[in-house]
Nanobody
Framework: QVQLVESGGGLVQAGGSLRLSCAAS????????MGWFRQAPGKEREFVAA????????YYSDSVKGRFTISRDNAKNTVYLQMNSLKPEDTAVYFC???????????????WGQGTQVTVSS
């Protein structure tokens, strides 16, 4: 079992930055992949970024590539999402996820955090 707790969300103006954190605990060694998804009101949950604990390979959706950076601190069992040049369309609840492999479909991930709200004003 893996427990995930997100933090760092908030209200920011367009063009600003936020850093989200996801602290993992429990049987984290069973999940090699950590990812971030987001869900805006009335929309399906969508893939944002992912990283592997082993090797640190990163993956990004086209909508955030070049603006967001996912990273990890293995010693702290924590992954981060540095969000720069934020746009109003980035507004959503951001969820941390853990799974056995990096996949863009949310249904393939095993564990989820409670989510943290990111609101970008125009």
């Amino acid at each position: 079992q893996v427990q995930l707790v997100e933090s760092g969300g908030g209200l920011v103006q367009a063009g600003g930055s936020l850093r989200l954190s996801c602290a993992a605990s429990g049987r984290t060694f069973s999940s090699d992949a950590m990812g971030w998804f987001r869900q805006a009101p009335g929309k399906e949950r969508e893939f944002v970024a992912a990283i592997r604990w082993s090797g640190g390979s990163t993956y990004y959706s086209d909508s955030v590539k070049g603006r967001f950076t996912i990273s990890r601190d293995n010693a702290k069992n924590t992954v981060y999402l540095q969000m720069n040049s934020l746009k109003p369309e980035d507004t959503a609840v951001y969820f941390c996820a853990a799974g056995s492999a990096v996949m863009i479909r949310s249904t393939t991930w095993s564990y989820w955090g409670q989510g943290t709200q990111v609101t970008v004003s125009s």
